[in-house]
């Protein structure tokens, strides 16, 4: 299976369990209703970026590479990003953090996808990077995916 489109989305909620609150944070992103398949960190060449997703049926497999951050500290502020780079080479590179705010797990994943591509000798072209950060209540999470279709 070849993916040719892919898109960054994010989700951040409360639930009831830590599996709830991944749950709900999923539903916030708009992939809670299907079956994520997870997948490794590459992107194919050619697969284009989207900036929403597609309407997925109930149930759908999809693949995609996510991270989430739970946390179950009242106060603590947890966070979860991924970066995504693309090469020269055209392919790309998915690369996902957590830390207590969006703004170092983004710059975490930014210089995990440098290393990558710094490894393997091909120029990175493209950098985009997502966060979601998320004060926890109760029970909490925050999600970052790179979905593929």
Not at 5 to 18: I, Q, S, W, Y
Request: charged share 20%; glycine share 10%; proline share 4%.
């Amino acid at each position: 299976m070849r993916a040719d489109h892919f898109c960054l989305v994010r989700g951040t909620a409360e639930g009831g369990t830590e599996l709830n609150a991944l749950d709900n944070a999923l539903l916030d992103a708009g992939i809670g209703d299907v079956n994520l398949v997870k997948v490794s960190s590459i992107i194919p060449p050619g697969c284009r970026r989207e900036e929403s997703l597609p309407s997925f049926p109930k149930g759908a497999f999809v693949p995609v590479v996510y991270v989430a951050h739970a946390g179950t500290i009242p106060g603590d502020t947890i966070a979860a990003a991924l970066a995504v780079g693309i090469g020269s080479e055209g392919f790309g590179v998915v690369m996902e953090a957590r830390a207590g705010r969006g703004k170092e797990a983004e710059a975490l994943a930014r210089d995990m996808v440098k290393e990558a591509f710094r490894v393997r000798s091909i120029e990175l072209q493209e950098l985009w990077a997502l966060s979601a950060e998320h004060l926890v209540e109760r029970i909490g999470c925050a999600l970052v995916a790179c979905v593929y279709w």
